[in-house]
């Protein structure tokens, strides 16, 4: 027998996934999902050691330390990755969530990654990018661990950039708890 807040709770959920439906259809449509490719650009321009990205409307500026030889106008490369795969990951779970009637309200996300320079410096021994990358996630949700579990293997999974970096062979540590 239902109490009037169960049967509104259970209302409310089932208008949430009718809608969660609704959106998921309408984001496959706009992202072309019958066999058809995205296609992303970016126009750059240089001044040295900086970098001014243009993708869209937006600019990114990129840039390296002073002690590297630039003027620190804007993260490395090499941060913007680790940003670039966040971000990334956070997009991937925010549709996985849908998908997943997942109540998803927000994350926490560290980052860090281990490179040895001495690929970049020209030793062919040596690999030129990230050997590991360790990703804490804190999940503010009201779902259960279980569940936080199965939407990590789906950002591990489908996220475009991790997969990239997996598939370069950088060790990925992942670690998602509930905040």
């Not at 926490?108 to 804490?136: K, L």
């Not at 009201?142 to 996220?159: D, F, G, M, P, Y």
């Amino acid at each position: 027998m239902f109490t009037k807040i169960s049967h509104t709770y259970y209302l409310y959920l089932f208008i949430k996934s009718r809608i969660n439906d609704i959106m998921s259809k309408d984001l496959r449509k706009g992202m072309m999902m019958e066999n058809k490719k995205m296609k992303f650009a970016v126009n750059a321009k240089t001044d040295g050691f900086a970098l001014t990205a243009k993708a869209g409307k937006h600019e990114l500026i990129l840039d390296e330390s002073e002690t590297m030889g630039g003027k620190n106008t804007g993260p490395n490369p090499m941060q913007t990755a680790l940003a670039a795969l966040v971000s990334c990951e956070n997009v991937t779970a925010n549709m996985a969530a849908r998908e997943m009637y997942f109540d998803l309200k927000g994350m926490t996300i560290n980052v860090s990654g281990t490179f040895d320079p001495r690929g970049f410096m020209g030793d062919a021994s040596v690999q030129p990018y990230f050997e590991e990358v360790t990703i804490n996630v804190k999940v503010d949700t009201t779902e259960s661990v279980e569940r936080i579990q199965l939407i990590k293997e789906q950002v591990e999974a489908r996220c475009p950039i991790y997969t990239l970096f997996k598939a370069a062979g950088v060790e990925m540590n992942d670690n998602w708890v509930k905040a």
